[in-house]
């Protein structure tokens, strides 16, 4: 009976019993591109990179901040990337100016941007803290790789945020949407702009993470119709729940709006709309709005 010698394996079934290298592990990996020890880059980005006011930074939101700085190429020792703990234990990442221009002009279809805004004689103050502001102001982003920009506008009053107040009622030092105004609203629309013609997505300015922070994450809540017996309480003895509008800085900034108007750029019924947002309007007010002619005519009889 014959036999067949034993052979050697071949070297590509050899190849295949060597176990493969693992891939290094996120906290080595940011360690080596900083050129930090490893064993202290968790500790150190915890007492850095995060904005507590009480409690102690989890491992977990450590590595989920280390995550998007990965992902997006920021740096969270110069805070181009740091983040806020949210109240599900979570985090919100924050990306500062810095951080948002290093993606946006690293993004290999960037290809310039420029921004746009009303002339300054249609410039107002939102409020008596506020500098003086352009209503609103556009973005143009380019990309090498799309026939046409992405255009992007923010208004003034749906980007402001008013001072804050103490428990007490005192107001609290101004902040920076009432000492750089239009700086702020500049980068609220380059931010947005980017967002847009990017989609960067998971990450934030500074302004929107600490709304989101304050407001907590949103919840389903169950909800029933109400029976149709069932009348609901009248709400025209209701108190405002806007501050009115001074009649002072009301004044100030009628000859704007009626430019507006004139040039067809908004309608008095659009101009009314956009106050109510922040501010109760009297019935005066929204008549001056309403008939500039006898605003005017009054005023030149006076």
């Known amino acids: 009976m014959s036999t067949q010698p034993e052979t050697a394996p071949e070297k590509a079934n050899v190849k295949?019993?060597?176990?493969?290298?693992?891939?290094?592990?996120?906290?080595?990996?940011?360690a080596d591109r900083f050129g930090v020890d490893a064993d202290k880059l968790l500790s150190t980005l915890k007492a850095t990179a995060f904005k507590v006011k009480s409690g102690e930074v989890t491992n977990e939101q450590m590595m989920a901040l280390l995550v998007v700085a990965d992902q997006y190429g920021l740096n969270p020792f110069t805070k181009e990337i740091y983040a806020f703990p949210d109240k599900q234990n979570g985090i919100v990442p924050v990306v500062s100016v810095d951080g948002w221009n290093r993606i946006a002009q690293q993004h290999e279809a960037f290809d310039g941007e420029e921004i746009r805004y009303p002339d300054t004689s249609e410039f107002v103050w939102i409020d008596d803290d506020a500098k003086q502001c352009p209503p609103y102001m556009e973005v143009i982003v380019h990309r090498k790789d799309r026939k046409y920009p992405t255009v992007h506008r923010e208004y003034l009053d749906e980007c402001y945020r008013p001072r804050g107040k103490y428990a007490d009622g005192n107001a609290m030092p101004p902040g920076p949407w009432q000492t750089h105004t239009k700086r702020m609203l500049e980068w609220k629309t380059r931010i947005q702009g980017r967002r847009i013609a990017f989609?960067?997505?998971?990450?934030?300015?500074?302004?929107?993470?600490?709304?989101?922070?304050?407001?907590?994450?949103?919840?389903?809540v169950e909800t029933r119709p109400l029976p149709q017996q069932v009348a609901?309480?009248?709400?025209?003895?209701?108190?405002?729940?806007?501050?009115?509008?001074?009649?002072?800085?009301?004044?100030?900034?009628?000859?704007v709006w009626y430019g507006w108007i004139d040039a067809g750029k908004k309608s008095a019924s659009d101009i009314i709309a956009m106050l109510s947002t922040k501010y109760t309007l009297?019935?005066?007010?929204?008549q001056k709005l309403l008939n500039p002619d006898q605003t005017n005519a009054a005023s030149k009889v006076a």
């Open 16 to 30: 295949q019993l060597v176990p493969q290298q693992p891939q290094k592990k996120l906290v080595a990996k940011i």
């Open 199 to 220: 989609g960067f997505a998971g990450i934030y300015d500074e302004d929107e993470a600490q709304r989101i922070v304050d407001m907590g994450r949103a919840e389903v």
């Open 232 to 255: 609901l309480p009248a709400a025209k003895d209701a108190a405002p729940l806007l501050p009115a509008y001074a009649d002072a800085e009301f004044e100030k900034n009628l000859t």
């Open 282 to 286: 009297s019935e005066q007010q929204k």
